[in-house]
């Protein structure tokens, strides 16, 4: 059921570009949307348009509805124990800030101090950056090796009864590595740590269960797991949420105001302030909805097998080098060429219709770690098949007659 038995469920796969049927191997940016989640946000707007939580009338009622089912639905993709502890945000960019500037400006001052790995994307760097600026807490990196795997004696040794807070990427986005998250949140509890786990990575290419890692907060990005943008969801335990003060103030979030005084929603309304993203959300259900029917462990299964073949293929290329050869890794594959900077290779690639990603992929740290200014990423979804690969490598090799002949 994946791979090709999928592809006819994606309209966006069903064009030409330059000529050529179009190749999508940019998941890790964005994946495309199923004919399903396109339905259910059309529908939204089409039938049950209405703003939600403060009408009466049937249609406000049927948009509450359908946008609390979606909640229902991120509870089990996550395996959360109530569905009131996953917070709808903008995206896994947002979650992470709501964590930094809420839970981190109440808890953290001098002396305490922040967790991170070498490999996060600027979003799991800049916020507790600036929070860390704030309240003059102290930001610890935990290496990389040579692989781009973390270097757990490393991590270890920067964990101290200083770390209030381990805030980790779960698979990364620039070198496929999938950390050793059960081990890392063990050690960060035994040290007396919170962990966050960055999940853009890892929620569309296998299951979550958030009770089984023992995870504090776990977020995703919509766009990413086959839904719309301008969505995602933020999972806290309830008991951290709750003393987590709120984020932004506004509609919905409070229970009473008046000029001197204004008592708080309770969960998940506290985070929720002012009209959500009511149509995403929805889509966002049936997104979740969509990756779980074809059951996340076979898609897993499905996606690495695309990653040993495109390993194998590219690996019979001269002069190609893989950034980021972990054993542990999932849905990508980055690599830099001798003979042509990778934002040539995308545009060339873009010529025969392949869609890759080019650039620093918002982790300019990993860039330098490894002393390129960019690498090629071709990044696998659940529509993806050998063929694609396949099509990848000889456009590749297309472009080494031109630059390397
Ligand atoms: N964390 C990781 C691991 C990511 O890969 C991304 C987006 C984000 C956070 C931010 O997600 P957002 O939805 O809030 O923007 N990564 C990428 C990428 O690799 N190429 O484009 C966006």
Not at 256 to 272: C, D, H, I, Q
Not at 321 to 346: K, N, Q, S, Y
Request: aromatic letters at 6%.
């Amino acid at each position: 059921m994946l791979g090709e038995a999928l592809r006819g469920q994606f309209p966006a796969l069903n064009q030409e570009i330059g000529g050529h049927p179009l190749v999508y191997l940019d998941n890790g940016a964005t994946t495309l949307k199923p004919d399903c989640v396109i339905e259910s946000i059309t529908s939204v707007y089409a039938r049950d348009c209405a703003n939600v939580h403060r009408g009466v009338h049937t249609l406000s009622q049927r948009a509450t509805q359908r946008q609390e089912e979606a909640r229902v639905t991120a509870q089990r993709f996550l395996n959360a124990p109530e569905a009131r502890e996953c917070i709808f945000v903008r995206g896994t960019t947002e979650g992470i800030n709501l964590v930094a500037n809420t839970w981190g400006r109440a808890n953290l001052g001098p002396g305490d101090e922040v967790l991170i790995t070498a490999m996060e994307h600027h979003s799991n760097i800049v916020p507790w950056q600036m929070v860390c600026k704030a309240t003059g807490a102290t930001l610890q990196v935990a290496d990389i090796d040579d692989d781009g795997a973390l270097v757990m004696d490393d991590y270890r040794a920067k964990l101290s009864s200083k770390t209030k807070m381990v805030s980790a990427i779960h698979v990364s986005n620039a070198l496929g590595t999938v950390n050793p998250v059960e081990e890392m949140i063990r050690l960060a509890h035994d040290a007396g740590a919170l962990v966050l786990l960055d999940g853009a990575q890892s929620a569309p290419h296998q299951p979550v269960d958030v009770q089984a890692l023992d995870v504090d907060f776990f977020v995703f990005s919509g766009h990413k797991v086959y839904g719309p943008t301008g969505v995602g969801i933020l999972y806290g335990r309830e008991s951290l949420l709750d003393a987590m003060p709120p984020w932004e103030g506004g509609g919905d979030m409070i229970r009473t105001v008046t000029f001197e005084e204004t008592t708080y929603a309770g969960l998940p309304s506290k985070f929720e302030a002012g009209t959500p993203n009511i149509a995403g959300a929805i889509g966002l259900g049936t997104a979740m909805e969509f990756l779980m029917g074809l059951d996340l462990a076979k898609v897993a299964e499905h996606e690495a097998d695309l990653l040993r073949y495109a390993t194998e293929r590219l690996d019979s290329i001269d002069g190609l080098r893989r950034i980021g050869t972990a054993e542990d890794r999932a849905g990508l594959v980055g690599f830099v060429l001798d003979w042509a900077h990778p934002h040539d290779v995308g545009t060339i690639l873009d010529h025969e219709g392949i869609a890759i990603r080019a650039g620093h992929h918002c982790a300019q740290p990993v860039m330098d770690r490894f002393q390129v200014p960019a690498t090629a990423r071709a990044s696998f979804g659940v529509y993806n098949t050998r063929e694609d690969i396949d099509r990848l490598v000889s456009a590749l090799h297309s472009v080494k007659e031109i630059f390397a002949p």
